[in-house]
Nanobody, 130 residues
Framework: VQLQASGGGLVQPGESLILSCAAS????????VGWFRQAPGKEREGISC?????????YYADSVKGRFTISRDSAKNTVYLQMDSLKPEDTAVYYC???????????????????????WGQGTQVTVSS
């Protein structure tokens, strides 16, 4: 069972990146998935999550709402985070996580992401700088 985040890089302000969270050993459609980030000297921030595929509800933190889009590709067993209009303050290590065999049913709405994130991928660095 493995969860792998990828797609980070160095971009200029206003540009876009797509992060991928690929699962192996289990079916990601049956689980909620979240994206988090942590900048140097700051606490980890939950920025987006998507419910199980049969629900598909999504949550975005205010800091990324309108700029980031979370989505699934069931065939590729992958969740994506499309990041547009990137800002220097988006610079951080980005992580994905899921509730594989989690302790409770996930609750994801436009204002809430209550998920038992118990399985984490490694981080991918995103740097936004001119």
């Amino acid at each position: 069972v493995q969860l792998q985040a990828s797609g980070g890089g160095l971009v200029q302000p206003g540009e876009s990146l797509i992060l991928s969270c690929a699962a192996s050993g289990f079916t990601l459609d049956y689980n909620a998935v979240g994206w988090f980030r942590q900048a140097p000297g700051k606490e980890r921030e939950g920025i987006s999550c998507i419910n199980r595929a049969r629900s598909g509800t999504k949550y975005y933190a205010d800091s990324v709402k309108g700029r980031f889009t979370i989505s699934r590709d069931s065939a590729k067993n992958t969740v994506y985070l499309q990041m547009d209009s990137l800002k220097p303050e988006d610079t951080a290590v980005y992580y994905c996580a899921t509730d594989f065999e989690g302790g409770y049913v996930p609750a994801v709405t436009s204002t809430e992401c209550d998920v038992d994130f118990n399985y984490w991928g490694q981080g991918t660095q995103v740097t936004v700088s001119s």
